[in-house]
């Protein structure tokens, strides 16, 4: 089992609707989780930070965490064009004196119009 | 302005050859990293700096060597050994390690 898993996609919605993004992890003792978005041939960009159980929310985009289930989803409200990018979920695995930050393969969305 | 800032944005190695990838940060961070993306794939670990004068290797550090002289540089090196370095390279810090990373623009690497 991978230790961050996504679906690779692509994901189609269309335009105004909500898009629905989904990680599910394998360390229980995880503790820091990240949403990343990332344009065709660019650096990845931080778009959302959760740290604890329930759901967080900037803007259009929500980031839902449940660490029982050790999953954690993200979503985007009123999908624009803009929003078609490839969106990569990163949790941290490890004990403290160890921890680093694993990426998931990314999941690729494309908002049509 | 603070950011991660690398260079070259593209670069071409030769068979044999040794080149360097420049990365600097100016935003204090403790913690780096270098991580390597093909196509349609995602980030795979290269090595990580917790500190200065200290790095771990990462998932996939064969063919590759960094060092960490400097808070702000964290140069890695992509030895005659890594038989297929054509990639996307990015570089990334963060205050410590767990908090959100900050990437650099990425050099992409071909072989001539």
């Known amino acids: 089992q991978k230790e961050v898993e996504q679906n690779s996609g692509p994901l189609s919605v269309p335009e105004g609707a909500i898009a629905s993004l989904n990680c599910t992890y394998s360390?229980?003792?995880?503790?820091?989780f990240f949403w990343y978005r990332q344009y065709s041939g660019k650096s990845p960009e931080l778009i959302m930070s959760?740290?604890?159980?329930g759901d967080k929310e900037d803007g259009r985009f929500t980031a839902q965490l449940n660490k029982a289930s050790q999953y954690v989803s993200l979503l985007i409200r009123d999908s624009q064009p803009s929003d078609s990018a490839t969106y990569l979920c990163?949790?941290?695995?490890?004990?403290?004196?160890?921890?680093?930050?694993?990426f998931g393969s990314g999941t690729r969305l494309s908002i049509r119009p | 302005d603070g950011g991660i800032t690398q260079s070259p944005k593209y670069l071409f190695r030769k068979e044999g050859q040794n080149v360097t990838l420049s990365c600097e940060q100016n935003?204090?961070?403790?913690?780096m990293y270098w991580y390597r993306q093909d196509p349609g794939q995602g980030l795979r670990l290269i090595y990580y700096?917790?500190?200065?004068?200290?790095?771990q290797k990462g998932d996939i550090a064969e063919g590759y060597s960094v060092s960490r002289e400097k808070k702000e540089s964290f140069p890695l090196t992509v030895t005659s050994a890594q038989k297929n370095p054509t990639a996307f390279y990015l570089c990334?810090?963060?205050?410590?390690?767990?908090?959100?990373?900050?990437f650099g623009d990425g050099t992409r690497l071909s072989i001539l």
């Open positions: 990334a810090s963060s205050p410590i390690s767990n908090q959100p990373q900050h």
């Open positions: 360390d229980r003792g995880s503790q820091s």
């Open positions: 959760i740290y604890s159980n």
């Open positions: 990163a949790v941290n695995i490890g004990d403290s004196s160890a921890s680093k930050i694993i």
């Open positions: 935003l204090n961070h403790d913690a």
């Open positions: 700096s917790q500190i200065v004068n200290d790095f």
